[in-house]
């Protein structure tokens, strides 16, 4: 049926188009009513970041949390064969070397049971995130101006909450025991803290600091450092508090003009080296003192892990897989230590489970997902698209302690979102508010809609 002249058809989302990512035309709306669509983000998103990953102490939304990637494969599968994605081969490279070959390879080293071996490859699953994201997001078609507005208060509401339960649990609800907890914890270097999930906690600073720099107000610097304020009292994880500072730093110094730009990293480069130099030749015995029990937890792990490899160049290339904690074979049987953790051993640690070639290629895919996302928001004012690439940097600042196997869909949800932020911006004529301006989106959709 021919379209009458003059009457514009209005273009309903009605189903994913193939190759749709999505292109740039008028979205005319939301799936949703508004109310609907806030409430639909603010409950898938968490599940998404995994937020409820590790704490085993909410038994549903753990589980839930597990099961995401299998209840989004077909989304998955649809945005593999269907969508146009920045990055996919990359994608689909490691994820035939960590699924295919790594469980096999964990068969023949460690004496893994073929369950045991495909089971020890669901912590890389939330990779997959990208493409049922991507996928998702396109089906709801929210609105920027809503989307921006469910993660940035995500991220507030992150800080609220964790400042609310430090002052009203008592200290006996805190453990010293991972196995029996893993939000509320004590220890003897860092005392009472809570290990809050932060994912929505960090994109809110480095969005912060990217609306500060592009407008200057004072709430949002305000905010910036009471975050900080909660995660050195409450939070005290010091290599993420120390990788957010850098990349808030760096985000700052980005925004600067050319020439001040300059003049910032030249004094960064002369004044940091002095500093840690003097820190190391006079509170070297401090310094050590101060990482405590970690410290040494880290090198029991990293001498028995080196041992292990030891000169056999086919597990220094290939690794040797990894076990579960509940299957027949575990490392801590294998090594006679319950105290090696696989974790806490950064880029080593991904050697030892997929060699330096699985190393490569995890540390290509997350390199060109920085370059993809970089790539797509190039030229763009929106400090939440740059907060993304800010989100990909503070991984990979932070992966000298923390495996980067371990929370990967992170990295598949901040290149969603920028990859469906930066398409549809220009689309939906939206121009990003100043920080202090955001709010929930809950009732008519905007005008530039």
């Given at each position: 049926?021919?379209?009458?002249?003059?009457?514009?058809?209005?273009?309903?989302?009605?189903?994913?188009?193939?190759?749709?990512?999505?292109?740039?035309?008028?979205?005319?709306?939301?799936r949703f009513s508004g109310p609907a669509m806030t409430i639909v983000l603010i409950v898938i998103f968490p599940f998404f970041a995994q937020t409820f990953y590790?704490?085993?102490?909410?038994?549903?939304?753990?589980?839930?949390?597990?099961?995401?990637?299998?209840?989004?494969?077909?989304?998955?599968?649809?945005?593999?064969?269907?969508?146009?994605?920045?990055?996919?081969?990359?994608?689909?490279?490691?994820?035939?070397?960590?699924?295919?070959?790594?469980?096999?390879?964990?068969?023949?080293?460690?004496?893994?049971?073929?369950?045991?071996?495909?089971?020890?490859?669901?912590?890389?699953?939330?990779?997959?995130?990208?493409?049922?994201?991507?996928?998702?997001?396109?089906?709801?078609?929210?609105?920027?101006?809503?989307?921006?507005?469910?993660?940035?208060?995500?991220?507030?509401?992150?800080?609220?909450?964790?400042?609310?339960?430090?002052?009203?649990?008592?200290?006996?609800?805190?453990?010293?025991?991972?196995?029996?907890?893993?939000?509320?914890?004590?220890?003897?270097?860092?005392?009472?803290?809570?290990?809050?999930?932060?994912?929505?906690?960090?994109?809110?600073?480095?969005?912060?600091?990217?609306?500060?720099?592009?407008?200057?107000?004072?709430?949002?610097?305000?905010?910036?450092?009471?975050?900080?304020?909660?995660?050195?009292?409450?939070?005290?994880?010091?290599?993420?508090?120390?990788?957010?500072?850098?990349?808030?730093?760096?985000?700052?110094?980005?925004?600067?003009?050319?020439?001040?730009?300059?003049?910032?990293?030249?004094?960064?480069?002369?004044?940091?080296?002095?500093?840690?130099?003097?820190?190391?030749?006079?509170?070297?015995?401090?310094?050590?003192?101060?990482?405590?029990?970690?410290?040494?937890?880290?090198?029991?792990?990293?001498?028995?892990?080196?041992?292990?490899?030891?000169?056999?160049?086919?597990?220094?290339?290939?690794?040797?897989?990894?076990?579960?904690?509940?299957?027949?074979?575990?490392?801590?049987?294998?090594?006679?230590?319950?105290q090696f953790f696989i974790a806490d051993l950064g880029w080593f640690g991904i050697v030892f489970e997929y060699g330096v070639l699985g190393a490569l290629l995890?540390?290509?895919?997350?390199?060109?997902?920085?370059?993809?996302?970089l790539s797509a928001t190039r030229g763009s004012k929106d400090p939440l698209a740059l907060a993304m690439s800010d989100y990909i940097i503070y991984m990979l600042?932070?992966?000298?302690?923390?495996?980067?196997?371990?929370?990967?869909?992170?990295?598949?949800?901040?290149?969603?979102?920028?990859?469906?932020?930066?398409?549809?911006?220009?689309?939906?004529?939206?121009?990003?508010?100043?920080?202090?301006?955001?709010?929930?989106?809950?009732?008519?959709?905007?005008?530039?809609?």
């Amino acid at each position: 049926m021919s379209r009458q002249a003059g009457i514009p058809r209005r273009a309903a989302v009605v189903s994913l188009p193939r190759g749709f990512v999505p292109p740039r035309h008028v979205v005319s709306g939301e799936r949703f009513s508004g109310p609907a669509m806030t409430i639909v983000l603010i409950v898938i998103f968490p599940f998404f970041a995994q937020t409820f990953y590790y704490l085993h102490e909410f038994p549903l939304p753990y589980l839930l949390s597990k099961a995401w990637p299998v209840l989004c494969a077909p989304l998955t599968l649809y945005a593999l064969i269907n969508m146009r994605l920045p990055a996919k081969h990359m994608f689909l490279f490691f994820f035939a070397y960590a699924i295919g070959f790594t469980p096999l390879n964990s068969i023949v080293r460690l004496g893994n049971g073929l369950t045991d071996a495909f089971i020890t490859t669901v912590k890389v699953w939330p990779l997959t995130y990208y493409f049922a994201l991507s996928a998702l997001l396109v089906w709801l078609a929210p609105n920027v101006r809503r989307l921006r507005a469910v993660v940035v208060g995500l991220g507030y509401a992150t800080f609220a909450i964790m400042i609310l339960l430090w002052f009203i649990l008592p200290t006996s609800a805190y453990v010293n025991d991972p196995a029996l907890g893993k939000l509320l914890m004590m220890d003897l270097e860092r005392g009472y803290r809570i290990y809050m999930p932060m994912f929505f906690g960090s994109l809110l600073l480095f969005y912060l600091t990217r609306s500060f720099m592009q407008q200057p107000r004072w709430l949002p610097a305000l905010a910036v450092l009471i975050g900080f304020i909660a995660l050195l009292s409450i939070y005290k994880q010091r290599t993420a508090i120390g990788g957010m500072f850098l990349v808030c730093v760096n985000a700052a110094v980005l925004s600067l003009a050319p020439q001040r730009r300059l003049l910032v990293i030249g004094l960064f480069l002369a004044v940091v080296p002095l500093g840690i130099g003097y820190l190391v030749v006079h509170n070297a015995d401090g310094l050590v003192e101060s990482l405590g029990g970690s410290l040494t937890v880290r090198q029991t792990s990293l001498a028995l892990a080196t041992n292990f490899l030891g000169d056999d160049p086919w597990r220094w290339l290939f690794g040797v897989g990894a076990t579960t904690r509940f299957g027949s074979v575990t490392l801590a049987d294998i090594f006679g230590n319950s105290q090696f953790f696989i974790a806490d051993l950064g880029w080593f640690g991904i050697v030892f489970e997929y060699g330096v070639l699985g190393a490569l290629l995890l540390a290509g895919l997350y390199g060109w997902g920085l370059y993809c996302v970089l790539s797509a928001t190039r030229g763009s004012k929106d400090p939440l698209a740059l907060a993304m690439s800010d989100y990909i940097i503070y991984m990979l600042v932070t992966s000298t302690v923390y495996s980067l196997v371990f929370t990967p869909g992170e990295l598949g949800v901040v290149m969603a979102l920028a990859v469906y932020i930066t398409r549809t911006r220009d689309s939906q004529g939206y121009v990003a508010p100043p920080a202090h301006r955001i709010r929930f989106m809950t009732n008519s959709q905007p005008k530039g809609h």
